[in-house]
């Protein structure tokens, strides 16, 4: 579980990085919800996979 959120963390501070820059005060923020966009934009995707 760890690593499944690790990477989630990664790749929202991947996105996050494009909009706003890492030193800045709210970063943590931006990144905390670019990775809930992306836990959120996974389980949306298996679940329209599993619909099929």
């Known amino acids: 579980m760890t690593w499944l959120l690790r990477i989630a963390m990664m790749a929202g501070g991947a996105v996050a990085a494009w909009f706003v820059a890492?030193?800045?005060?709210?970063?943590?923020?931006?990144?905390?919800?670019?990775?809930?966009?992306?836990?959120?934009?996974?389980v949306?995707?298996?679940?329209?996979?599993k619909r099929r």
């Open 44 to 49: 949306i995707a298996a679940a329209l996979i």
């Open 22 to 42: 890492p030193d800045a005060p709210n970063y943590t923020v931006v990144q905390g919800m670019m990775t809930v966009a992306i836990i959120a934009a996974c």
